[in-house]
């Protein structure tokens, strides 16, 4: 790990996110020099449950799953963060711990930056204060409509809720996340979302581009589908 190269010449990993694209000069600069940067292989983990939250990370490139696992070794995933999310920042003014684990799981970049600094500029600067409350707000929607999602007990229109909770998200008519991932976030086995994404295809809502790929083809049928 070490001081992010990317962040002090090209600021990229603040101009990307709402958090931060309002801040003035000199904040931004106490930020991203500041900033740390390290680059996960596919697999790698990057904190894991009761690890101290002391950092906000913001994720440059790639993907970060949050999950946990049961007695029976099986995992739910609670959140897939892509490029231009941000982790913690619900934490900047507690000190507490992670509740799950968090892998790549593709290559990914991040920038971690310490929550003293953010504590500062939140004290001072009002903007910034209020897109700190923009995004944790749509956090919390977030959250709100995977619940809702998962109390679906048809697990086709599951699915098809999920798909739609995703394009909606990262505003996007591309899924890109494999099966094995879709069917530890909905609850179900990669073999029912085979099945479903097949027929799902078939009936002409998405297109199966591949393993890890799907596109919504019919976005109104699908929200039609789903009642969502």
Known sequence: MQTCNYCQEKGKCLSKIKLFNK?????????????VHKDLEKGESLFFNGDLVDKIIVIRYGKIKSSTYDDEGRESISKIYVGGDIIGENSIFLDNSYTSNGVAIENTGICQIDKTILRKILIKDHDFSLNLIKSLSKKLYETEKLLEILSIKDSYTRLGAFLLYRARMTNDSYISLNQENIASSINMTRETVSRKLSQMEKEGYIENIAYKKIRIKNLDALIELTNM
């Open 23 to 35: 801040l003035g000069v000199d904040e931004s600069k106490n930020i991203y020099l500041s900033a």
